[in-house]
C-alpha cells in the first residue's frame, strides 16, 4: 500500500534513520544525503555486523544514535563514539525499541532479509515514514504490514528501482485503469546459461552481475531469479492489485527498469541509469526530482532494448511469486526463510547453485501452512524453517 506523494511542508531538514548504513543500499543512501546537505541529516545509523564501517560513519556524519545488532560488537562501539556524545546500543531488541525514537522522521530500511520485518512494524506503529528497500518485510507478512499501515500515519515509498519505476509511472493516473504492471529483470549473470551449466555454477559466477552493483545475497537472488518472484509478492502489496495483473519480463540492458500497461493499450516506463541512487533520491525527497550532477541517460544506451520471457524451466524460482500469493498465508515466509539459509550456504561454498531452489521446495513440502498468520506466528514459522533448512544442508 503505497501512500500518495507528499511535498514535506514542514521547516528545517529531513532527519532520517539508515537501517543498514554499511550495506549497498545504506551506503548509497549516505551518499545520496551527502548530495543535499541543505534537505536531508542522518540522526540514526544501524548496521549488522561492520562495527568498524559504522563507526567510521559515525564520525563522519555525527548521527545522534548508532547501534548495531552484533551484541559482541558494542564496546568497541561505545569506547568509539561515547566521547563524540553519539548514544549507542545493541542488539535486535534495541533496534526495534529505536524504532520510536524522536530523533527521525523517516527511516530507510536497508537492511537484507527477514531482519526488516520487525523494525519496519515498530517504525509504522510509531508514525514513521518508510522508505523501503528491504522488500522481504513485504514478502514475508504483506498482509500485516498493509493492516498496519492502514491505521497509521506512516507513509511507504517504495527503493526497490522496479517499484520505483512502477510508483512513477502511476502518479497521477488512475490505479482502476491499470491493466498489468510489467517488472522487468536483468536475468543476472546466468541468463544465457544452460541447465547443465547452472549445476556447476560457482559462487564467483554468480556474484558477477553484469549491470548492477549490489550486495551478495540480492545478488544472489538476481541470478536464481528468486528476486522477481518477490518483486512480484512486494507489488500486490505497495500497489494493491490482483496478483493475475503483475508479470515479469527480461530486459538485459536494464535500462527500463519497469512498465505500467493501462486498459486503452497504453503503457508507461520509466527508464535510466542502473544506479540505485535514482530511486533513493525519489524517496527522500516525497516524490520531487533533485536535481543531480551524476551522468544522465545517454541516446546511444537506448539504441538498442530488448525483452524476452522468463525461462522457468531453467529458473523455476522465478514462479515462486504467483504461487506464494495464490496460496497465501505463511508460504511466502517460508520460501523467504528457506532462501535466507541456502543462499548462505551457497556463499560460503557448502552447496550448489540449483540446490538453492531444492532447499526451498524441500521446505515447503514440510513446513506447516497458517492460513491467516500473525505476526508471532510468522516469526516462529520463520525460526522452524531457517532450522529445517540448515539441517538439510
Given at each position: 500500500?503505497?501512500?500518495?506523494?507528499?511535498?514535506?511542508?514542514?521547516?528545517?531538514?529531513?532527519?532520517?534513520?539508515?537501517?543498514?548504513?554499511?550495506?549497498?543500499?545504506?551506503?548509497?543512501?549516505?551518499?545520496v544525503?551527502?548530495?543535499?546537505?541543505?534537505?536531508?541529516?542522518?540522526?540514526?545509523?544501524?548496521?549488522?555486523?561492520?562495527?568498524?564501517?559504522?563507526?567510521?560513519?559515525?564520525?563522519?556524519?555525527?548521527?545522534e544514535?548508532?547501534?548495531?545488532?552484533?551484541?559482541?560488537?558494542?564496546?568497541?562501539?561505545?569506547?568509539?563514539?561515547?566521547?563524540?556524545?553519539?548514544?549507542?546500543?545493541?542488539?535486535?531488541?534495541?533496534?526495534?525499541?529505536?524504532?520510536?525514537?524522536?530523533?527521525?522522521?523517516?527511516?530507510?530500511?536497508?537492511?537484507v532479509?527477514?531482519?526488516?520485518?520487525?523494525?519496519?512494524?515498530?517504525?509504522?506503529?510509531?508514525?514513521?515514514?518508510?522508505?523501503?528497500?528491504?522488500?522481504?518485510?513485504?514478502?514475508?507478512?504483506?498482509?500485516?504490514?498493509?493492516?498496519?499501515?492502514?491505521?497509521?500515519?506512516?507513509?511507504?515509498?517504495?527503493?526497490?528501482?522496479?517499484?520505483?519505476?512502477?510508483?512513477?509511472?502511476?502518479?497521477?493516473?488512475?490505479?482502476?485503469?491499470?491493466?498489468r504492471?510489467?517488472?522487468?529483470?536483468?536475468?543476472?549473470?546466468?541468463?544465457?546459461?544452460?541447465?547443465?551449466?547452472?549445476?556447476?555454477?560457482?559462487?564467483?559466477?554468480?556474484?558477477?552481475?553484469?549491470?548492477?552493483?549490489?550486495?551478495?545475497?540480492?545478488?544472489?537472488?538476481?541470478?536464481?531469479?528468486?528476486?522477481?518472484?518477490?518483486?512480484?509478492?512486494?507489488?500486490?502489496?505497495?500497489?494493491?492489485?490482483?496478483?493475475?495483473?503483475?508479470?515479469?519480463?527480461?530486459?538485459?540492458?536494464?535500462?527500463?527498469?519497469?512498465?505500467?500497461?493501462?486498459?486503452?493499450?497504453?503503457?508507461?516506463?520509466?527508464?535510466?541509469?542502473?544506479?540505485?541512487?535514482?530511486?533513493?533520491?525519489?524517496?527522500?525527497?516525497?516524490?520531487?526530482?533533485?536535481?543531480?550532477a551524476?551522468?544522465?541517460?545517454?541516446?546511444?544506451?537506448?539504441?538498442?532494448?530488448?525483452?524476452?520471457?522468463?525461462?522457468?524451466?531453467?529458473?523455476?524460482?522465478?514462479?515462486?511469486?504467483?504461487?506464494?500469493?495464490?496460496?497465501?498465508?505463511?508460504?511466502?515466509?517460508?520460501?523467504?526463510?528457506?532462501?535466507?539459509?541456502?543462499?548462505?550456504?551457497?556463499?560460503?561454498?557448502?552447496?550448489?547453485?540449483?540446490?538453492?531452489?531444492?532447499?526451498?521446495?524441500?521446505?515447503?513440502?514440510?513446513?506447516?501452512?497458517?492460513?491467516?498468520?500473525?505476526?508471532?506466528?510468522?516469526?516462529?514459522?520463520?525460526?522452524?524453517t531457517?532450522?529445517y533448512?540448515s539441517?538439510?544442508?
Amino acid at each position: 500500500m503505497v501512500s500518495e506523494p507528499k511535498k514535506n511542508i514542514e521547516s528545517g531538514k529531513k532527519r532520517i534513520a539508515v537501517l543498514g548504513s554499511t550495506g549497498s543500499i545504506g551506503t548509497q543512501t549516505l551518499d545520496v544525503i551527502g548530495e543535499y546537505p541543505d534537505r536531508f541529516v542522518p540522526t540514526m545509523l544501524v548496521a549488522g555486523t561492520k562495527v568498524d564501517t559504522l563507526i567510521q560513519q559515525s564520525i563522519r556524519w555525527k548521527p545522534e544514535m548508532a547501534l548495531i545488532a552484533d551484541e559482541r560488537q558494542y564496546w568497541k562501539l561505545r569506547d568509539a563514539l561515547e566521547p563524540l556524545g553519539i548514544k549507542t546500543a545493541a542488539g535486535q531488541q534495541a533496534i526495534n525499541d529505536a524504532m520510536e525514537s524522536p530523533c527521525f522522521d523517516t527511516v530507510v530500511t536497508a537492511t537484507v532479509g527477514y531482519s526488516g520485518l520487525a523494525p519496519t512494524m515498530r517504525a509504522i506503529e510509531a508514525g514513521k515514514d518508510i522508505a523501503l528497500a528491504n522488500k522481504e518485510t513485504l514478502v514475508v507478512a504483506g498482509e500485516l504490514v498493509t493492516a498496519a499501515l492502514r491505521t497509521s500515519r506512516s507513509r511507504m515509498l517504495p527503493v526497490d528501482s522496479e517499484h520505483s519505476a512502477i510508483y512513477q509511472c502511476l502518479v497521477g493516473e488512475d490505479s482502476t485503469r491499470v491493466r498489468r504492471l510489467i517488472i522487468t529483470a536483468s536475468g543476472g549473470p546466468f541468463r544465457c546459461k544452460n541447465a547443465e551449466e547452472l549445476q556447476y555454477a560457482t559462487m564467483k559466477d554468480a556474484l558477477k552481475h553484469p549491470n548492477w552493483s549490489m550486495g551478495a545475497k540480492i545478488t544472489i537472488d538476481s541470478a536464481t531469479m528468486l528476486n522477481k518472484a518477490f518483486e512480484i509478492i512486494e507489488a500486490r502489496w505497495l500497489f494493491d492489485i490482483a496478483p493475475e495483473k503483475i508479470t515479469a519480463v527480461v530486459h538485459p540492458q536494464s535500462i527500463v527498469h519497469s512498465m505500467v500497461e493501462f486498459v486503452d493499450g497504453a503503457v508507461k516506463a520509466q527508464l535510466g541509469v542502473p544506479d540505485m541512487r535514482l530511486p533513493i533520491r525519489y524517496a527522500l525527497g516525497d516524490a520531487t526530482r533533485l536535481a543531480t550532477a551524476d551522468s544522465p541517460l545517454t541516446l546511444d544506451r537506448m539504441a538498442e532494448l530488448s525483452f524476452e520471457r522468463p525461462d522457468d524451466k531453467r529458473f523455476p524460482a522465478v514462479t515462486l511469486g504467483h504461487y506464494a500469493l495464490d496460496k497465501g498465508g505463511t508460504t511466502a515466509c517460508v520460501i523467504n526463510a528457506a532462501n535466507e539459509i541456502a543462499v548462505a550456504a551457497f556463499l560460503r561454498e557448502r552447496i550448489g547453485f540449483t540446490d538453492i531452489y531444492r532447499l526451498i521446495t524441500s521446505a515447503l513440502e514440510k513446513m506447516p501452512f497458517i492460513a491467516q498468520p500473525s505476526l508471532d506466528d510468522y516469526i516462529r514459522l520463520n525460526a522452524e524453517t531457517r532450522a529445517y533448512t540448515s539441517n538439510l544442508i
